[in-house]
């Protein structure tokens, strides 16, 4: 305990990040000159440069590299320990929750989350943060409270099934095939927009045309699903999306298509958190909002949303 300061834990965790020291500093809301202070404290700590200048960026040094998962758990250890209540009650914290999610899911669930909010916990709120932004490492919930992602995401921790959402194919109102009823291999020939919810990360809708063995004519692709419906107005694009969020972003310049299978193809969303939160009784109850929220899609959404 003797040997380093704790306050320098969390600046050390950023800097292995964001491996920026202006950036680190933004993020704390500290001045750069407390990070460049805290970080010189950190190499004469660890006997190590961790941070080294390789062209115009910063990489980690191979010992820092070791640092991360350490540095990742130790951080979630303090924040169970700083955040330990004997009782948790919604009604008076100001706790501040991250979630991470996709555009989509936080699309999605924001409505019904405020909702429960207002109801049940007045001060709180919620900061979610993109999807894209993590890797699934069982050691990057030491940031977050919560993770909403594709089932098949491949986060390790605890987790629980939230909701399923069928695919449908959107193109412009003016686009000549709006009209038209099209085969699976039709579809495939016509020019895609794709939406990416991360690195690596396939969804259901970028398997379909494998599976038919049908290679699919991408000419553009976006960061996740929100964007897309945007994109493809005015434009001879398709773009395959999830149904609930098509039915929010219906309007007049937008058609929905229904895909020509016999069963449909299905996005399935579940949340993820840390085993050590699984009896916080905070994480407790967040999880039992966001559960909430999600079992309230179904009927919002055939109700027009």
């Known amino acids: 305990m003797k040997g380093i ?77 700083s955040g330990a209540r004997s009782r948790f009650d919604p009604t008076s914290t100001e706790r501040a929750f991250r979630i991470v999610a996709s555009g989509y899911s936080s699309t999605l669930l924001i409505g019904p989350i405020r909702r429960i909010l207002r109801e049940e916990a007045p001060h709180v709120s919620i900061e979610f943060v993109p999807l894209g932004s993590i890797t699934p490492e069982l050691a990057q919930f030491s940031r977050f409270d919560l993770l909403v992602a594709p089932a098949d995401y491949g986060m390790p921790g605890s987790s629980r099934h939230l909701f399923r959402d069928s695919f449908v194919a959107m193109v412009s109102a003016d686009n000549p095939v709006a009209n038209e009823v099209l085969t699976l291999a039709e579809l495939a020939s ?17 398997l379909l045309f494998d599976q038919h063995g049908l290679k699919r004519n991408l000419v553009a692709s976006a960061a996740g699903f929100n964007s897309l419906p945007l994109i493809i107005e005015g434009t001879d ?17 937008i058609r929905t298509l229904k895909l020509p299978l016999e069963d449909e193809v299905y996005l399935v969303e579940s949340m ?18 966001v559960q909430r929220s999600a079992a309230q899609l179904p009927e919002l959404f055939q109700n027009g949303g």
């Open 190 to 206: 016509l020019p895609h927009v794709v939406g990416r919810i991360g690195e690596g990360i396939r969804t259901p809708a970028d």
């Open 5 to 81: 300061d704790l306050n320098l834990v969390p600046l050390l965790q950023v800097l292995l990040e964001v491996r920026n020291v202006s950036r680190a500093a933004e993020q704390l809301q500290i001045s750069q000159p407390a990070a460049s202070t805290g970080l010189a404290r950190l190499r004469r700590h660890f006997d190590d440069e961790l941070l080294l200048r390789v062209g115009r960026k910063y990489e980690l040094t191979p010992f820092a590299r070791s640092l991360v998962p350490l540095v990742d758990e130790t951080m979630q250890q303090i924040r169970l320990m």
């Open 237 to 253: 694009l398709i773009a395959l999306v999830p149904q609930m969020l098509a039915t929010k972003a219906q309007h007049v310049g």
């Open 272 to 289: 993820f958190w840390h085993p050590a939160q699984t009896d916080d009784p905070a994480n407790t109850w967040l999880r039992s909002v």
